[in-house]
């Protein structure tokens, strides 16, 4: 169907141009035999009401038509939405898949072995410690590093030291620590500590390599 301007002013413009028709049509009809002009009026009256039934018929059309181009566009505008929010998604997916290659890449987290921090250096040799770490649980507000620490005295003495677990980045800057706490090995003994930390999201990702700090009490 051919489109047509819906606007008020051209509405009004075209049944101005129809009265006019009929205004023009009708012009004399008064000098015609009386039948003859009653008949001429009584035409010219069907053919107004024709076609003001067919600019009513038009206009519900073009208003038909304009609610249905709402709703197309509410609807493109729910797929930006879905698609924005799917995007949204595979990005967060994708990070998290970058973390979990790096932790398969270092598997239990780059385990590391070091030493006590004493002034004795048989102790810095022969009190060790090695700790592996892996992600027990996570969301969007903080990831759980597990950590397990199997420490070993292979002096024949007591050692008494603070053992704090500290997460460091690629770059070796420290992200996060547990609170240190005393720790007695047996000579000749060994021990295995466990615990955990939460780290933000954006830092957990960055975590490299996880060291046992042991400092001689």
Excluded: Y
């Amino acid at each position: 169907m051919p489109m047509i301007n819906s606007s008020p002013f051209r509405r009004s413009r075209l049944v101005l141009g129809l009265a006019a028709a009929l205004a023009v049509a009708t012009t004399g009809c008064g000098d015609w035999p009386g039948s003859e002009a009653e008949a001429l009026r009584e035409r010219l009256a069907e053919r107004e009401a024709e076609h003001r039934e067919e600019i009513a018929a038009l206009e519900r059309e073009v208003a038909a038509l304009d609610a249905r181009s709402e709703e197309h566009r509410e609807a493109l505008r729910a797929c930006t939405r879905r698609l924005e929010t799917a995007l949204a998604r595979a990005e967060a997916a994708e990070v998290d898949l970058r973390a979990e290659m790096r932790l398969v890449e270092r598997p239990n987290g780059n385990a590391a072995d070091t030493g006590l921090d004493a002034s004795d250096p048989t102790k810095r040799t022969l009190v060790r410690a090695r700790v592996s770490h892996r992600v027990t649980e996570r969301n969007d507000t903080w990831w759980r590093h597990s950590w397990t620490a199997e420490l070993s005295n292979a002096t024949d003495e007591i050692v008494s030291f603070q053992l704090r677990i500290v997460f460091l980045d690629e770059m070796g800057f420290p992200l996060q620590q547990n609170a240190a706490e005393t720790v007695r090995l047996a000579p000749r003994g060994t021990l295995t500590k466990r615990g955990f930390v939460l780290i933000k999201p954006a830092q957990a990702q960055r975590v490299a390599e996880v060291q046992a700090i042991m400092e001689e009490r």
